[in-house]
């Protein structure tokens, strides 16, 4: 199979599971077979493989040696996403507390 062909099946696939990710997220909320604790944390961990499916598929990143650096570099781009975010809702649950 030449390279094209692989790369092109590589993203049908992710696709394709990405979107049974997707729907099943949406059932999980549209049709409720469990409180919703249980539902979010379903929801959580399909949130987490659709990420590790992105990943693969589409960014190409793996845990081979070669491609290591890019993973290090969407670890460090996500710890700063998330230092920024977490921050901001510090301060803004702050500053809600004063004005109550």
């Excluded at 977490?86 to 809600?96: A, D, K, M, Q």
């Amino acid at each position: 199979m030449n390279d094209r062909r692989r790369e092109t099946l590589t993203y049908v696939t992710g696709f394709a599971i990405a979107l049974a990710l997707t729907f099943a997220a949406f059932a999980a909320v549209r049709w409720p077979v469990a409180p919703a604790g249980t539902t979010f944390a379903i929801i959580l961990a399909l949130a987490l493989v659709q990420v590790v499916v992105q990943f693969r598929c589409f960014l190409h990143v793996s845990f081979a040696r070669s491609s290591r650096e890019d993973l290090l570099l969407v670890l460090f781009s996500a710890l700063i996403i998330a230092l920024m975010v977490s921050g901001t809702l510090v301060i803004l649950f702050n500053l809600r507390t004063r004005m109550m």
